[in-house]
Every structure is written in C-alpha cells, then in structure tokens.
C-alpha cells in the first residue's frame, strides 16, 4: 500500500474521472453503477467525448501517464492503478448519509488489509475526496460528518419500537403523514420519550439519516447490507435507533444518545465482521 499512501495524502476525482478509472482498470460494471445513475443513458459517442474530456484532467492533474499510454499499459499512474483494485476489492463498507439544502452528502470508509480504510466523501453529487485513514481517526471523521459534540449530547433514554417504525423511517422520501402515523405504533408507556422523538423530526428540515455495513464479496457479485442505523442529529440531541445484536427477531431501539453510547454504536459496525467465503 505504500505507492497508493503517498498519491492518497488527499485526491478529488470528479464523477467523470472516477468513472474513467475504473474503466481502465477493469472494472466496467462498477464504472456504470457509478456515473449512469447521474449522467443517464448516452450514446456511444457523448460516452467518448466525456471520457475524452475526463483523460484530459486526469493528465491535468499529474494521474494519466502518457509513457504507460505509449507501452499499451493502464494509462495511469501505477500508484492510481493500485488505490482503484483496492477501493473496488474491499470487501467491507460503512456508508454514512445525510441531507444538506437539498444535497445528498456521502461518506464512506472501505476496509483494507490490517488498521487502514479508504476515506471516501461524495459532496455536490459529482466530487469524490479520497485519501487513506486509520481505525482510531473514524470516530472523529464521523462527529465532524454529522455535526456531532461530544459535550452537547447528555441524556441516555432508550425503548424498545416496533419493525414498522424501521419500515416507515426506511422510506426514500419520508412524509409527514408516515411521521402521524409511527405514533400508534408505539407502546402507551413508551410514548413520551417517542413523543419527543417525533416532535424533532418534524422540525428536522430534511430527511433522517442512515448508517449501513455492507459486505462486498467481489465486484461481480451483489453487495450484502449486513447492518443499518438510523439517525437524527437534531438540536442538542442525536436520536439513533438501531438493533443491538445479531439474533433473529432481536429488539429495536430508539435512543436518546449520550456521546458514549454514540461511539459505541460506531464502534459495534467498525468492528462487524464480515461473512467467511
């Protein structure tokens, strides 16, 4: 890993040219999972001259490598070549979402061999921020992603919901009457911390956020989600509601987070381990 350290101190790639990586390197599936869902369907021809334009500021920016080009090699620097197999070969991902002005925002870290992770944020849809990380800086990428302060979150208050909740709060773009409806869903002794809950993401401006860990046995093969939370980061509250263990049928909890039961909830997916082959 040390070729891809020294180019991944810190790099943006725009969708384009991430897209255009992945091509070279094999990865053609992975590229049109990628930039199709944005750019739509195009014709052969508009797909060229895009990624055209795409090589153009790779070369721009020091990542194509026109002696490789002239040996029919990968046209990329060889440190590129080895940070995209092993951002596409990482077998485990954690996907942090949230909304701003409208904006989906991404964060994600994919594992790599011993304490190192690929840090990988999506902003304005189109821009890729990549650089490499250890497990001890997550915590704090994570708070800085979310807004999160460890001296404003105080309060521990937990319960146990019923799945709906999970279904309702999972849904794409979450209306106000699904928020009506969670209400009845919950248990009379249970209601005013729900309440209080409820009360917050009506005022939340934008949609509830989520956390995933995503087990990826290859790059031909489906992704498997493993584990989800949700999360609303709300005033000088930070509501989670998870599932604590991996037994079937295992409760859901809404919590009320102090920052230490914050990081025990990050702590519990960085640490998930994933599927044997």
């Avoid at 060229?48 to 490789?68: C, P, Q």
């Avoid at 990549?130 to 997550?138: G, I, P």
Wanted: hydrophobic share 40%; charged share 25%.
């Amino acid at each position: 890993m040390g070729e891809t350290l020294y180019m991944l101190q810190r790099m943006t790639l725009t969708l384009e040219e991430l897209g255009l990586c992945l091509m070279l390197c094999g990865y053609e599936e992975a590229a049109a999972g990628l930039v199709k869902p944005t750019l739509g369907e195009k014709t052969d021809l508009e797909w060229e001259a895009i990624f055209e334009t795409a090589s153009h500021s790779l070369l721009a920016k020091g990542i194509w490598d026109i002696e490789r080009q002239k040996q029919e090699q990968i046209p990329l620097k060889a440190e590129i070549v080895a940070f995209i197999s092993s951002y596409i070969e990482s077998s485990k991902m954690l996907r942090f979402t949230k909304e701003k002005d409208g904006i989906e925002q991404y964060l994600m870290f994919h594992s790599l061999e011993e304490d190192e992770w690929i840090y990988h944020y999506v902003w304005e849809t189109v821009c890729h921020d990549f650089s490499l990380v250890k497990t001890s800086q997550l915590q704090g990428l994570i708070d800085e992603f979310y807004d999160v302060e460890s001296n404003a979150l105080q309060d521990n208050l937990s319960i146990i919901v019923p799945e709906e909740v999970m279904v309702i709060l999972s849904q794409e773009n979450l209306q106000q009457s699904s928020v009506e409806q969670l209400t009845s869903l919950v248990d009379t002794r249970n209601q005013k911390l729900f309440s209080a809950f409820l009360q917050d993401l009506k005022e939340h401006p934008s949609s509830i956020d989520n956390v995933s860990v995503t087990y990826l046995p290859s790059p031909t093969e489906y992704p498997t989600i493993m584990d989800v939370m949700f999360i609303l980061s709300h005033k000088e509250r930070l509501w989670v509601i998870s599932q604590h263990d991996e037994e079937q049928g295992r409760p859901i909890y809404l919590t009320s987070c102090s920052y230490q039961a914050w990081t025990e909830e990050v702590e519990r997916r960085i640490g998930m381990p994933m599927p044997v082959a």
